[in-house]
């Protein structure tokens, strides 16, 4: 039995989503050094992974004590 769900849209708040895949942040290391700057690797992988349904993309700390990874 194959489940479609997965691939069917859903309403999420005022949008609807092409079907109910989720991605999570997972670029912080690709960030350019000093100063953690985005940069055109992070915008690659992005839009290789565009067919997603929502991307949740990356946060940024307001000073460098705030950060919670190396």
């Known amino acids: 039995m194959e489940n479609t769900a997965l691939f069917t ?8 989503l092409k079907n109910r895949i989720v991605l999570p942040p997972l670029t ?19 839009a290789q992974r565009s067919s997603a349904g929502f991307m949740i993309s990356e946060g940024t700390q307001i000073e460098p004590r705030g950060q919670g990874y190396a």
Do not use: C, K
Request: hydrophobic letters at 35%.
């Open 28 to 46: 912080r290391s690709r960030s350019s050094q000093p100063g953690n700057i985005a940069n055109t690797l992070m915008a690659e992988y992005y």
């Open 9 to 16: 849209p859903l309403t999420l708040g005022a949008f609807t």
